[in-house]
């Protein structure tokens, strides 16, 4: 299969382009080869109220780098009013990466009053930055104290263009002109991730019995450091990442150093990175997937069910992911199938906002827990799933926007119709 063939000798990945980031690459690289191509597209995904990006709060940070990009065209003149009707309500931020950041940047340059304090923006532009904010160099611009890995600033097109500073030969020069390339002119936020996408592959389909290739195993353990593991090329290791690589190599019988992960304690659970802004519920499931059992992460992932039986993330705009990792990390459980079983809509999927194959695929997996008869269910979602065809994945992960790791979605997709046809057998 192409999917499982790539994922050893492909480290792009399948990570879908971003407004976001494509509009900062416009205001930074005009000189960037693809320019015309950026314009175009950011042109081409205006929405009709003017807003670039996902739907309400997730319109926000892609809209403030389009209209940015776009300067006096009629197209940023509708964003720039789109932008104000979204200032005049209150504001609610979507938990994307450094938005409490990128908001009062963007807003800043563009003359436009937010109800965010610019305070801890200011501050950090006068001290060295923190490496987990490399990725977002282009809301600061050049530091001295940042450094490239193999030319990509923290496996950002925009952070490395903010570092370059201009259409200097070498390493970065020939890495934005190769993911541009790539995906002719747009970018992605965050790129190449390959241990990301190897770990979080190999996870959705070894749990769900199908096999990956031999190879896979090896790329992951190299990728596995002194603390931990990374997404990407210069990004700083994380314990999401450290977790589920340690997990899929669990998995593969080629277990990995578990104890790396205990620098990323804080008392009941795990923290990303040091000074979380808000902890994660899908990375303290995978932390205990690689560990095996901890009786107080169980209770803290439990104390973090919603009332509904849901649970919500920082990684993820649907609660069907989240959901899915908890339960995957607990064997089960029973209010949250309930919450699923409620939810599905008339045609057999399950959605935040509508129906789709990515979050369809979350909720069999949370049903394939489930001690009770939920065969009608799971038949009628994998039967969604089947006439999804060609279509394109709404974009449902956070990064600085939202995004679509393609093949992850593709993985997680194969592993869900794989449950639900042992199920119905």
Not at 258 to 282: K, N, Q
Not at 352 to 360: N, P
Not at 369 to 376: F, I, M, P, Y
Not at 377 to 398: I, N, Q, T, V, Y
Request: charged residues 20%; contains cysteine.
């Amino acid at each position: 299969m192409r999917l499982l063939a790539r994922l050893t000798d492909d480290p792009w990945g399948g990570i879908s382009p971003s407004v976001y980031e494509t509009g900062r690459l416009v205001a930074l690289a005009p000189w960037l080869a693809g320019h015309a191509a950026r314009v175009r597209y950011l042109l081409d995904t205006q929405h009709a109220d003017g807003t670039w990006g996902g739907p309400g709060e997730y319109a926000l940070v892609p809209t403030l780098s389009a209209v940015d990009a776009l300067g006096l065209h009629p197209a940023a003149r509708r964003g720039l009013e789109a932008l104000r009707k979204l200032l005049s309500l209150p504001v609610k931020l979507p938990d994307t990466v450094a938005v409490e950041l990128i908001v009062p940047a963007l807003a800043e340059r563009l003359g436009l009053r937010t109800p965010l304090d610019p305070r801890p923006l200011h501050a950090l532009r006068r001290r060295p930055l923190p490496e987990k904010l490399w990725h977002t160099l282009e809301i600061f611009g050049p530091r001295p104290e940042v450094t490239a890995v193999d030319g990509i600033v923290a496996a950002s097109p925009a952070a490395t263009a903010a570092q370059l500073q201009g259409p200097l030969p070498g390493a970065s020069l020939d890495y934005l002109e190769a993911v541009q390339d790539r995906h002719g002119g747009p970018v992605p936020a965050g790129v190449p991730v390959p241990l990301f996408e190897r770990s979080w592959i190999v996870v959705a389909l070894r749990s769900a019995g199908l096999d990956v290739p031999e190879a896979v195993a090896g790329q992951i353990k190299a990728a596995l450091g002194a603390q931990g593991a990374a997404g990407g090329p210069g990004l700083p290791a994380d314990a999401d990442d450290t977790a589920t690589a340690l997990h899929a190599l669990a998995l593969c019988d080629s277990p990995g150093p578990v104890d790396t992960l205990d620098r990323y304690r804080e008392a009941r659970h795990f923290a990303c990175f040091p000074d979380e802004r808000t902890p994660s519920t899908s990375t303290n499931a995978h932390a205990l997937q690689a560990i095996g059992h901890d009786r107080e992460l169980e209770e803290w992932l439990r104390d973090m069910q919603e009332p509904a039986g849901n649970w919500l993330d920082k990684w993820h705009a649907s609660p069907y992911y989240a959901t899915a990792c908890v339960t995957n990390a607990l064997q089960g459980n029973e209010k949250a199938v309930d919450w699923v079983l409620g939810s599905q809509h008339a045609d057999g999927s399950w959605g935040r906002w509508e129906g789709t194959y990515e979050e369809t695929a979350y909720a069999i997996r949370i049903l394939a827990h489930s001690a009770r008869d939920v065969t009608r269910a799971m038949s009628r979602g994998a039967k969604f799933m089947h006439e999804w065809g060609d279509r394109e994945h709404p974009p449902l992960w956070h990064d600085k926007d939202l995004y679509t790791p393609t093949r992850i979605v593709r993985a997680e997709g194969m592993a869900a119709l794989n449950l639900a046809c042992a199920v119905s057998r």
